[in-house]
């Protein structure tokens, strides 16, 4: 395998008293869209918050391109090309739609323009001058995930962006990732739709009670997908 | 009915120092979620800057007007840098406890040099007597006091409103860490925007001084009735807490026509029901996360 874009190894993190990652190792290639599946509190979100330097690990490191990010602060890992569309979707309801996606400074070439965004995403457009949280769930989902993408991250975090959505939202997230994977982005995706996850993501890793339990493939996912949606209780 | 004007344009006249107080104290709150008790004592030292620019060295009030926000505002900064940035990361409480003591410790080196009496300050020259806009005459200076504070709060709104940093600057006071995973440095901003919050509230207290006699405790009366102002408006909005501060100006003074003794008490009051109705604040957003 080649070297990995993204390689957790041996993660610890607390809040307060209360471990809730042990040991996290994972690995995510170049290209890839690969997701975290997992109860809630198995400690999806909070891996994300330490991908992302929100969150600061006990232990472990965090590598990107090979270079240790374990203590960057968050604003520096996007100039790195970390970009994430957090689970409340993030959307600043102080910011016009517009504002909203001009917010993060461009980081590489491959940065969307505002008017690509527009062109792929016409709803934007149209809602530009409405303030961020006036749109409904999914135009702020995409608006969310638009961001990233003007933003130039190549690698996606994308904390269950299908929650909460109708089927036909679902759909069309569903589009706009495998459009995004089709681009060369990478993407880390927790999601708890494990029949979604599977159209969407090349890898699952299962995370239980804050560790790595197992890793499955889409045919693996497939087979074990009754087993599963009991597990995670849906 | 002239009467009744006339009280609305002196509610209005307070409410320009409510609102340029709670505009800072709204702005530093929402992005570094500190309380800060000494924003009254700025508005306080903002006053005897003035007064002692003038008898000491015979400054005019109009180079006051500039000078005196400019360096609290570097005093601010310093503030903010060697001491408020150690405790951020702790509960709110140790903030609001170094600014409380701050503030007690600038009241009493303040009232060991010229005691707790009023000084008078005289009205700037040029803005003395009354001008006539129509219906009757106002006081000249506290026209000039209300003109000068409306430019101040639109100047802010554009500021905020229309430019990256404003936008920056909103972001960061809504959802400080969300706008550090946008890959905004927010940590750079906090120095200059509370250095601007306090510079606002010194700038209100050297407008005050010509108005209110200037003593070591002129903001501790004024800030306690300024959270009140910030808590109606919404926490952490910055157009919220301006038009609070004009609101609140105007329902104190007419509190005063109808049902005077209470006109205090009848802010405190609001902030209740405004409270129980919209926990938020007026113009504050219900918060969406956890």
Known sequence: MVSPLL?????????????????????????????????????????????????????????????????????????????????????????????????????????????????????????????????????????????????????????????????????????????????GVTVLLVEQNVRFASTVADRHYLLAQGRVAQTLDNAEVKEREHELLEYLGI | MSDLLQHAFNGLVNGSFYALLALGLAVIFGMLGVVNFAHGAFFMLGAFGAFILLNEAGVSFWIALLVVPLALGVVGMLLERLLVRRLVALDPLYNFLLTFGLTLIFQDLLRMKYGSQPQPYPQPAGLRGTVDLGLFDFPAYQVFVLVFSVLVSVGAWLLLARTRVGMIIRAATERPELTRAMGIDVGRWISPVFGFGIALAALSGVLAAPMRAVSPLMGADLIILVFAVVVIGGLGSIFGSVAAGFLIGMLQALGNVYVPGLATTSVFILMAVVLLWRPAGLFGREETAV
């Open chain 1, 7 to 183: 390689s957790v190894q041996g993660v610890n993190a607390s809040y307060g008293e209360a471990q809730v990652l042990r040991d996290v190792s994972l690995e995510v290639a170049t290209g890839e869209v690969v997701t975290l599946v997992g109860r809630n509190g198995a400690g999806k979100t909070t891996l994300l918050r330490c991908l992302m330097g929100l969150h600061r690990p006990t232990a472990g490191t965090v590598t990107l391109d090979g270079n240790d990010i374990t203590h960057l602060p968050a604003h520096r890992r996007t100039r790195r090309g970390l970009g994430l569309v957090p689970d409340d979707r993030g959307i600043f309801a102080s910011l016009s739609v517009e504002e909203n996606l001009k917010l993060p400074p461009g980081v590489s070439d491959s940065a969307w323009s505002v008017d690509r965004v527009y062109e792929s995403f016409p709803v934007l457009k149209e809602r530009r001058r409405f303030p961020g949280t006036k749109l409904s769930g999914g135009e702020q989902q995409m608006l969310s995930i638009a961001r990233v993408l003007r933003m130039g991250a190549r690698l996606l975090l994308c904390d269950e962006p299908t929650e909460g959505l109708s089927p036909v939202l679902v759909h069309q997230i569903g589009d706009i990732l495998r459009d995004v994977k089709a681009a």
